[in-house]
């Protein structure tokens, strides 16, 4: 049997396969900001006892493998990761203080359950730059 986590009256294994991407699909997510946004992603995870089990930044989107706790949706964590992403992002990294929704997101994501296959899904998240550099080949087999 899995590790299977538990609340008060559950006992649960939840993971979900998420892809985000900047807005316009902008290649910003180089060098430091793509360490720093890691760094704002794993202490937003934190927040919500979201367990970031796999995470990898591409240049124009980030592959993330997370253990979400039934209490809450995959659009309200999501929802809350992008959001609160892209404050301390624009404040911290790209030091702009606006006030009026500063947006660093594309709307929309794209998630699927992990299931049993979670190994393959996290190889899949690990070798992201070699699969789009052309240098490897996935075995989802």
Known sequence: MHDWESLAHVRW???YHIVIIPKYRRRVLYGRLKRQVGRIL?????QRDVELIEGNAAPDHIH????IPPKY???HTVGFLKGKSAIRIHRELLHERR?????FWATGYCV????????????????QEKLESGQGELDLK
Request: aromatic letters at 2%.
């Open 13 to 15: 294994e939840c993971k």
């Open 42 to 46: 794993r202490d937003l995870c934190r």
């Open 73 to 75: 949706s995959v659009a």
């Open 112 to 127: 699927s359950t992990v299931g049993l296959d979670e190994q393959r899904i996290r190889r899949y998240i690990r070798d």
């Open 99 to 103: 006030m009026t929704g500063p947006h």
């Open 64 to 67: 993330l493998c997370l253990s």
